[in-house]
């Protein structure tokens, strides 16, 4: 969305719609693709990870910061801006948003019969 938000706005190209499961507030006329098709919804997320050798007191310092960044008015303003929307949380909370993407995609990848280089 960072890519396509100026030229929505602009008028150059037309939003039919938003993968996330709500709209975005960074173009909230645009529907989901969740309101026509029941239960669609294809997040891109971004993280930052470290080898599980890095201690956890380190793990766990790195993380509050990083949430406290991402709360930052600055930061939360330039980010939607680009149509993001900072989530923050835990390492436990990623790890299960890891294991739901996971699943889901295997399930699509299963159906679809993708196999690589197809």
Known sequence: MPQTIPQVRSN???GIAVTTGKRSN??????????????YEAVDW?????????PKDIAARWNKE???ILQLPDVRERMAR????PAGGSPE????VLKRDVAKW?????????KPGS
Not at 28 to 33: G, H, L, S, W
Not at 46 to 54: D, G, K, M, Q, R
Not at 106 to 114: E, G, L, Q, R
């Open 12 to 14: 150059r190209l037309r």
């Open 26 to 39: 960074a173009v909230p006329d645009i529907p989901t693709v969740g309101e026509t098709v029941s239960g």
């Open 46 to 54: 971004s993280a930052i990870l470290a080898p599980n050798a890095v």
């Open 66 to 68: 990083i949430n406290n």
């Open 82 to 85: 680009a149509g993001m929307e």
């Open 93 to 96: 909370r990623f790890h299960e």
């Open 106 to 114: 295997k399930k699509v990848v299963t159906i679809a019969n993708i």
